[in-house]
């Protein structure tokens, strides 16, 4: 039997799956695997654009969106492998994080679901990472603003597991969808992904059927990046209704036999915290069109390259050609290994969006993540290029 499948689900984010799949060659040396895009019906040309640069891949083309839940099991049960691993299509994965988690699997035979630690853009660790049960009690605290208000307290804070360490291994509740490594003897047992679940609230019932089944759900201290579905419109009302349905969905699937005097208030809780959302999209929409500033400061990000003398020369023409303000430091891994570092007071003085793009390939992805989380800063984001593909990626813009 293979030792892994990896199934990735596209839905029109060609060039983030490109990014992902790259990084997985490095990672997957030496493991006998395979893996699987499942393509959900993408208008962006995705399944030509990748069949035309991966011939080691399996794609898979959905005539119609599936859903993440049925498009990742029908990868599933075309695969077979003691292990599979469900990952997002905007992450990236670093050189021994998936050797590093298959070991530790294999050390632990009770641990059914395996999650990492998520970086986001800046590298700020994403509390998404540990995951507490949404209990009806946990679940009305993360809603009512008791888990913000109180993060590392152990009641209120329960959803996110704030008082774990990040640095050491820990059994956790829920491993979150983007990066969830799975036995699949566990599945055998306790059934895929729920296809009630069209998108988000997969991985939490998922996990907690894994628990109800009597296996282990566990937390390893290795970096991935996660865009935290930049490549997912989360701005539209079909957002708002399906995140929240979600929530309703695993309440009423596995809570719905609690007294009124608890799923009341989490009803409510969760109809109001929808309305909320979808007023604050009104409100920031009615902003930008006044011609209003939110979000990221600056309106003109800056690109500092750092990299080969070729990544420079080939990084300054994609910048003049798109009109960027940039500046360059040529360097490699041995030379420099502290990377942007040396930079932060520059950054932290600046009310500008800073994009720090690395050179792919002078650097490895597990330092890249490594310099990032060290010291991260709320204007400071990470870019990535690859000579491999001649194009420079950042969370929200695709440069070529």
């Not at 490095?26 to 990748?50: K, P």
């Not at 008082?163 to 047992?189: M, P, T």
């Not at 596995?254 to 109809?271: E, G, M, N, Q, V």
């Amino acid at each position: 039997m293979m030792k892994l499948a990896v199934v990735i689900v596209n839905y029109n984010v060609k060039h983030y799956v490109e990014q992902c799949l790259l990084s997985l060659r490095r990672a997957l040396v030496d493991i006998d695997a395979e893996v699987y895009v499942v393509d959900n019906h993408s208008r962006d040309g995705s399944v030509d654009f990748l069949s035309s640069k991966f011939d080691d891949i399996k794609i898979i083309r959905c005539n119609h969106n599936q859903g993440f839940a049925r498009a990742n099991n029908i990868a599933i049960g075309q695969s077979e492998s003691e292990y599979v691993l469900l990952l997002n299509p905007d992450t990236i994965v670093g050189e021994h994080t998936i050797s590093d988690t298959l070991a530790f699997m294999g050390a632990h035979p009770k641990a059914g679901g395996l999650g990492v630690c998520m970086l986001k853009a800046n590298g700020e660790k994403a509390m998404e990472s540990r995951r507490g049960l949404p209990t009806p009690m946990v679940a009305f605290y993360k809603m009512c603003g008791l888990c913000a208000r109180f993060p590392n307290s152990k009641r209120f804070g329960r959803y996110y597991m704030s008082g774990l360490s990040w640095k050491e291994a820990a059994q956790i509740d829920v491993v979150s969808g983007a990066f969830f490594l799975a036995r699949r003897s566990a599945l055998n047992q306790i059934g895929f992904l729920d296809e009630d679940f069209f998108m988000y609230g997969e991985d939490i019932d998922l996990s907690y059927r894994l628990l109800k089944g009597g296996f282990e759900n566990w937390y390893y201290p290795a970096n991935i990046l996660h865009y935290k579905g930049e490549s997912t419109q989360k701005t539209s009302f079909q957002y708002v209704h399906v995140f929240y349905d979600a929530m309703l969905i695993f309440f009423k699937k596995h809570y719905s036999h609690s007294s009124l005097f608890l799923t009341i208030p989490i009803k409510i809780a969760i109809y109001i915290k929808a309305f909320a959302a979808l007023m604050n999209m009104q409100v920031e929409k009615m902003k930008k069109s006044l011609g209003f500033r939110t979000g990221r400061p600056a309106d003109s990000p800056l690109y500092v390259f750092l990299g080969s003398k070729e990544m420079i020369a080939e990084c300054g023409k994609i910048a003049r050609g798109n009109g960027l303000l940039a500046k360059y430091v040529e360097l490699s891994e041995m030379e420099k290994p502290e990377g942007h570092l040396p930079m932060l007071d520059e950054f932290k003085a600046s009310d500008k969006l800073i994009y720090v793009v690395y050179d792919v390939n002078s650097y490895t992805f597990e330092d890249i993540f490594q310099l990032f989380s060290s010291h991260p800063l709320p204007n400071v984001y990470l870019g990535t290029y690859n000579e491999m593909t001649h194009t420079i990626i950042t969370d929200n813009e695709i440069l070529q």
